[in-house]
């Protein structure tokens, strides 16, 4: 069966409700769906029923702000995730520094704005929280700032029972003053309280190889961000059986979802070609059986 999608798309012949595997979906994947049940005034309690119905049983939220997720208390966020079966895994959230905080070093209104946002998200229930950018950095100077904002961070989640991580695009892969970027933060990041999310198509897109860095930094990547061009595994740009292959290697513990955009207009049948293309997959059966 998962052949034929694979060759017919999502367009094609509609695909079977795939068994359920321990699997999270990125929701940022599917915001235009939460876009127009919001300006239709509806709830999205039906956006994650549908999310559960093709085959996540988990999912990673991508809208906090100012306590909140997706305009809700963190206790009725998870509420409405965990009445539709899934559980409430990871999320992500940014806070970009000021040019004065880069130039003083001083952190303390920062760390007003996380600590606030760790309080909600303990409230939702979470096991991860992630960083899904900082953007690019002119110096390593700024650059280190941020790795010390990484750490005070991760040291206050984990008091806190949450694991704290940063996730990466293409422009990590980018050199500052000749150094890369994504390896100065691996190196300058405490591993006690840092892990890296690898965004698998954005560490290939930016050309460098998963597998390399898996070798290099062992244990650090305990989240992979699973993505291709459009249906997971469609591309065929992404090598995702060698990096599931070094899985163990990487420290891998749970692995999310995402999609860049859909073939067809309908995201759920979307949604089950890259579930079924990775329920099938031997890589993944044999690498990583949660």
């Known amino acids: 069966m998962a052949s034929a999608l694979l060759i017919a798309g999502c367009g094609g012949q509609k695909s079977e409700t795939p068994q359920k595997k321990e699997m999270s979906l990125q929701l940022y994947s599917i915001r235009a769906e939460f ?25 990673e939220a991508a809208s906090y702000n100012d306590g909140k997720l997706y305009g809700d208390e963190p206790q009725v966020y998870r509420k409405k995730v965990e009445d539709a079966g899934l559980v409430s895994l990871s999320s992500h959230v940014s806070c970009r520094l000021s040019p004065e905080e880069l ?66 695009h293409s422009y990590e892969f980018e050199k500052v003053e000749d150094t890369v970027m994504y390896d100065y933060m691996l190196e300058h990041t405490d591993p006690e309280l840092v892990f890296f999310q690898m965004d698998l198509y954005w560490a290939v897109y930016g050309h460098a190889n998963p597998v390399d860095y898996f070798n290099k930094y062992p244990g650090r990547f305990k989240m992979f961000h699973v993505k291709d061009a459009r249906e997971i595994g469609q591309s065929g740009m992404v090598g995702f059986d060698a990096i599931f292959r070094n899985s163990a290697t990487a420290g891998l513990q749970d692995y999310v979802v995402e999609y860049e955009a859909f073939s067809t207009e309908d995201p759920y049948e979307c949604l089950k070609v890259g579930v079924n293309y990775l329920n099938e997959a031997d890589f993944v059966k044999q690498s990583y059986c949660k």
């Open 35 to 59: 876009k127009k049940a919001k300006e239709a005034g509806e709830d999205y309690s039906d956006i994650l029923k549908k999310v559960a119905e093709a085959g996540f049983t988990s999912v």
């Open 103 to 168: 130039e003083t070093g001083d952190l303390s209104k920062t760390m007003e704005f996380w600590d606030k946002c760790i309080a909600a998200h303990k409230a939702a229930g979470v096991k991860y929280l992630v960083d899904p950018s900082i953007g690019r950095q002119a110096s390593l100077k700024n650059l280190q700032v941020y790795c010390d904002m990484l750490n005070e961070v991760g040291r206050r989640c984990k008091e806190q029972g949450i694991l704290f991580g940063y996730h990466n």
